[in-house]
């Protein structure tokens, strides 16, 4: 029996998701099980892998938040969902929805686990991240560009 295009589509944005938050969880244990809090150590020029803990959302702001951050998170999650559940099928719709609910998901986990979330890609002049923010900015930038393309075409 052949699969219809709204279970595929589930699947591929679950099974993206998933991978994102392996990716993330990994990443972020192998940071925490080397460098103690604070400890940098040069990557390549001009990165470093820093471990730091960030109580608050994008770049440090509303630290010591909390469970409200927690609840904004679940919320943001739910709305992500919401969206894709209207239309599934639509072409490449799973891409941006499985990085963004794997980003949300692989934060939430941190904060949940520990109040805070492990950053620890260092660039300079830029505050700290991970490879959870990293999916999260691709998952808006290309849930844009599908609605930006969407407004473009004709009918």
Same mark, same amino acid.
């Given at each position: 029996m052949t699969e219809s295009p709204r279970v595929r589509s589930w699947r591929l944005a679950g099974a993206l998701c998933?991978? $994102?938050?392996? =990716?993330?969880?990994?990443?972020?244990?192998?940071?925490?099980?080397?460098?103690?809090p604070g400890e940098s150590v040069r990557a390549l020029p001009g990165v470093e892998i820093t471990n730091v803990h960030n109580k608050g959302v994008a770049f440090g702001?509303?630290?010591?938040?909390?469970?409200v951050v927690i609840l904004l998170a679940v919320a943001a999650? $739910?709305?992500? =969902?919401?969206t894709f559940a209207r239309d599934p099928r639509r072409r490449g719709l799973w891409i941006p929805i499985g990085l963004l609910a794997g980003g949300a998901l692989g934060n939430l986990a941190d904060r949940i686990r520990m109040d805070s979330v492990t950053d620890f890609i260092d660039l300079p002049l830029w505050p700290a991240f991970n490879l959870a923010d990293i999916a999260i900015v691709a998952g808006v930038a290309g849930l844009a560009l599908l609605l930006i393309g969407e407004v473009d075409q004709p009918g």
């Open positions: 998933g991978v $994102v938050v392996a =990716l993330d969880q990994a990443s972020k244990a192998i940071v925490q099980s080397s460098l103690v702001l509303a630290g010591g938040a909390g469970i999650l $739910v709305l992500i =969902l919401a």
